[in-house]
């Protein structure tokens, strides 16, 4: 299976809102409705920010949405803050022998 | 809380085999959930090497797949990592996770559905 496509790259300002895609397939991001969204800043470990599309686990900023349409699902953030600027994976369940698939990641770069 | 700590040699020979170990605290591997390992090339993005269930059961990925095995040891509370053949293509952060798997008692999906708790990842360097 082929890794999920993201941009490599967006960028915004402060207090803007931004949105990074992932598009995959109806064997995984349209199959079902577990796509799942990872922070990473640099020289640390990914940070869960949203799963099953767009539940936010326990102590991520509302700021963080997820939602899905097909085969692309997105990740939005708004009120965008310098803490921000991280690269954003996606991850989705693919029900096959291989069920979990990640993204190539989003490096977001806030202005 | 859940932590996850990866230990294991961070060099490894050329055509050696690459082994690691995730030890969980807070939380009973016994009790459920997939415990899994994801790596990260210097400077690339997170690949999924696979994931395994409390009883045994294992999913891998497909291309790692003829040089991959996890075990995991309940009685330890720990899950461990094998990738034989190395090659420097293997250098990577290597990172251990907990992924629950069902979304109710009767709906489950195999292998794991997310990532929700990381360790803080290993470096393992191949030399030649």
């Known amino acids: 299976q082929s890794a999920l496509t993201q941009p490599a790259s967006v960028s915004g300002s402060p207090g803007q809102s931004i949105a990074i895609s992932c598009t995959g397939t109806?064997?995984?991001?349209?199959?079902?409705?577990?796509v799942s969204w990872y922070q990473q800043h640099p020289g640390k470990a990914p940070k869960l920010m949203i799963y099953?599309?767009?539940n936010r686990p326990s102590g991520v900023s509302d700021r963080f949405s997820g939602s899905k349409s097909g085969n692309t699902a997105s990740l939005t953030i708004s009120g965008l803050q310098a803490e921000d600027e991280a690269v954003y994976y996606c991850?989705?369940?693919?029900?096959?022998?291989?069920?979990?698939?990640f993204g190539g990641g989003t490096k977001l770069t806030v202005l | 809380q859940v932590q996850l700590q990866e230990s294991g040699p961070g060099l490894v020979k050329s055509s050696e085999t690459l082994s690691l170990t995730c030890g969980v605290s807070?939380?009973?591997?016994?009790?459920?959930?997939?415990w899994g390992w994801i790596r990260q090339p210097p400077g690339k993005g997170l690949e999924w090497i696979g994931s395994?269930?409390?009883?045994?059961?294992?999913y891998y990925n497909s291309p790692l797949k003829s040089r991959v095995t996890i075990s995991v040891d309940t009685a330890r509370n720990q899950f461990s990592l094998k990738l034989t053949s190395v090659t420097a293509a293997d250098t990577a952060v290597y990172y251990c996770?907990?992924?629950?798997?069902?979304?109710?008692?009767?709906?489950?999906?195999?292998?794991?559905?997310?990532?929700?708790?990381w360790g803080q990842g290993a470096l393992v360097t191949v030399s030649s």
């Open positions: 996770a907990r992924l629950p798997h069902c979304t109710s008692r009767t709906a489950c999906y195999d292998g794991g559905r997310y990532l929700d708790y």
């Open positions: 807070g939380y009973s591997i016994s009790r459920g959930y997939y």
């Open positions: 395994i269930f409390h009883s045994g059961r294992t």
């Open positions: 109806s064997s995984d991001v349209g199959g079902y409705n577990f």
């Open positions: 099953d599309v767009s």
């Open positions: 991850v989705s369940y693919t029900g096959s022998s291989t069920p979990v698939l």
